[in-house]
């Protein structure tokens, strides 16, 4: 079965410091990944997506991708008391007759204190 | 958020009621998805249509029926519910069914008693 692990925290960080959230994947034949942001009692909102090795910078916001350890990580910086949330990592599937859809991890939950 | 909407975005419901959800989308995307989110368990994509036609059904009870009239409009039909399925329903929409970016509504709370 094809899985998507996170660490699900919490993961708290003071104001203005880095936020790393990490995610790894089982499907070595995935090609899209992304994050979203899931705030309490509400729905996932894309944050960003990447396709290439490498980073890719958003504002605040850094994906980053390595498909040989299969792991894709994102960075948030200046980190601030509204980026409270869960962050959910997905990885799309390429087998199949599902190819193309998403598996989400579990989330990790990220909290910022003032 | 707007872009794609959902009602209710609250309901309960008894075992042996019949409740639809809807789903609407104003982005002109092609595919539409049905996931289920429960507390402490990741997202669980239930259905799929691409152009109208269902393309995935991951094994989901035959007691939860979807229904895709056009491209835009997604429903899905419940009927003798059990307490377990008592979770928050989200659709989705991209612009194909594939690697395209996927856009959620605010998703309807269910709760069977």
């Known amino acids: 079965q094809k899985e998507v692990e996170q660490n699900s925290g919490p993961l708290s960080v003071p104001e203005g410091a880095i936020a790393s959230l990490n995610c790894t994947y089982s499907d070595r034949g995935s090609q899209s990944f992304f994050w979203y942001r899931q705030y309490s009692g509400k729905s996932p909102e894309l944050i960003m997506f990447i396709y290439s090795n490498g980073d890719k910078e958003d504002g605040r916001f850094t994906a980053q991708l390595n498909k040989a350890s299969q792991y894709v990580s994102l960075l948030i910086r200046d980190s601030q008391p509204s980026d409270s949330a869960t962050y959910l990592c997905?990885?799309?599937?390429?087998?199949?007759?599902?190819?193309?859809?998403?598996?989400f991890g579990k989330g990790t939950k990220l909290s910022v204190k003032p | 958020e707007t872009g794609v909407t959902q009602t209710p975005r609250h309901l309960v419901m008894g075992m042996t009621n019949k409740k639809s959800l809807k789903c609407e989308q104003h982005l002109g995307h092609n595919a539409m998805y049905w996931y289920k989110q429960s507390a402490k368990k990741p997202l669980e994509l239930m259905f799929v249509y691409n152009f109208k036609e269902q393309t995935e059904n991951n094994s989901v009870p035959s007691r939860f029926s979807p229904e895709c009239p056009n491209s835009s409009h997604l429903f899905l039909h419940l009927h003798t519910l059990q307490p377990e399925d008592s979770a928050l329903y989200l659709c989705?929409?991209?612009?194909?069914?594939?690697?395209?970016?996927?856009?959620f509504g605010p998703g309807t709370r269910l709760t069977v008693l």
């Open positions: 989705a929409s991209s612009q194909d069914q594939g690697t395209d970016t996927q856009y």
């Open positions: 997905a990885v799309s599937v390429n087998y199949g007759g599902s190819q193309g859809n998403l598996i």
